[in-house]
């Protein structure tokens, strides 16, 4: 009796979570679209059940704070060659961009001027 009850219990509790999820993913929707980043699917388009569990959908008031642009074929980030945390404010990166471009020279100082013109504080 007892193999037999542990068996039940499990079978039962499976269940339950089986059921939880598939219940969690049907309430999630499909994904939409309109994303922007998203392409036309091709006909017959199917979402598959784990492709709406691992889908994550950024909301559309997220912004990135990486000012990306591209030196001698190498793309940088903005903030990192100033030295600051993404997102800093104008004077933070005037300053910073002061203090590296008086040791800085040659492609140092085009690196710096580079970064400060991509973020549009020049």
Do not use: H
């Amino acid at each position: 009796m007892g193999a037999s009850f542990f068996l039940i219990l499990n079978g039962i509790i499976l269940f339950v979570l089986l059921s939880r999820i598939v219940s969690f993913a049907l309430s999630r929707g499909r994904p939409t679209l309109n994303d922007q980043n998203s392409q036309k699917p091709a006909n017959n388009f199917k979402v598959e059940f784990f492709d709406v569990l691992s889908r994550t959908d950024s909301s559309p008031r997220e912004k990135s704070l990486n000012c990306l642009f591209e030196f001698d074929g190498i793309t940088r980030d903005a903030y990192e060659v100033l030295g600051v945390p993404a997102g800093a404010p104008k004077d933070v990166c005037q300053g910073a961009y002061r203090d590296l471009s008086r040791t800085g020279k040659g492609d140092t100082k085009r690196l710096l001027d580079s970064a400060i013109k991509a973020l549009g504080f020049s």
